[in-house]
């Protein structure tokens, strides 16, 4: 059972470009981290968000978090082909342990 | 400070045979979690280490093992292996308490023939 949806799948873009991935559950989490990941390589943690509501920046990527702790969104203004990459959402559900869960992934190309 | 060291990163084994695979985490962190990656199955979490105690635990069959020393380094160990084990296995540590993150090694590429 997936328990986070990460959409879309797959996006190929053009550089200069700006995109959205989403990342939905009907769970609760305490905290919901964005990981980006390269081929061969381990994730690499981009932000940890717990407030519901809440928003943080990286430069070019904006992340928030659902006021209801469910959701998650990432969105890259005037991507860049250094952007490439797998990017994952992941979580610990509210009261579920301590085990973190990843979706599936949004695989990002961006074309120069 | 270093990172999480994986070793091998790549390895090949027949059916059959078993494998083990280590882990280093960050100095300090005392969590210890491992994942399968697949193409069509994404990050599976197999068990997470704490103070050489396994927290939590995955929905990979008994063939699929770990442990904790108490310097914090993992291992986990594969037994008769299928080829559907060939995957990368990811390790990852991380600090104590909810809001941090992990800091995952480069993985080992593990291939079943």
């Known amino acids: 059972t997936q328990l986070l949806e990460q959409s879309p799948q797959f996006l190929s873009i053009q550089e200069g470009e700006n995109l959205t991935v989403y990342c939905n559950s009907s769970?609760?989490?305490?905290?919901l981290q964005w990981y980006r990941q390269e081929p061969g390589e381990g994730p690499v943690l981009l932000v940890t968000?717990?407030?519901?509501?809440e928003v943080k920046k990286l430069k070019r990527l904006t992340f928030q978090f659902g006021d209801a702790r469910k959701d998650s969104s990432l969105h890259i203004t005037a991507a860049q082909p250094g952007d490439t990459g797998l990017y994952l959402c992941?979580?610990?559900?509210?009261?579920?342990?301590?085990?973190?869960?990843f979706g599936a992934g949004t695989r990002l190309f961006v074309k120069a | 400070k270093a990172g999480v060291t994986q070793t091998p990163r790549y390895l090949i084994k027949t059916r059959g045979q078993q494998v083990t695979l280590s882990c280093s985490p960050i100095?300090?962190?005392?969590?210890v979690s491992w994942y399968q990656q697949t193409p069509g199955q994404g990050l599976q979490f197999l068990f997470e280490?704490?103070?050489?105690?396994?927290?939590n635990k995955g929905n990979f069959p008994g063939r699929f093992s770990g442990r904790q020393f108490s310097n914090s380094r993992s291992e986990m160990n594969v037994s008769t292996l299928e080829l559907g084990d060939s995957a990368l296995y990811l390790c990852?540590?991380?600090?104590?308490?909810?809001?941090?993150?992990?800091?995952f090694g480069s993985g080992t590429r593990l291939t079943v023939v």
């Open positions: 990852a540590s991380s600090g104590t308490g909810e809001i941090y993150g992990y800091t």
């Open positions: 769970s609760v989490f305490s905290s």
């Open positions: 968000v717990v407030t519901g509501g």
């Open positions: 992941a979580g610990k559900i509210l009261g579920g342990g301590f085990k973190t869960i």
């Open positions: 100095s300090g962190h005392r969590s």
């Open positions: 280490y704490f103070s050489e105690t396994q927290r």
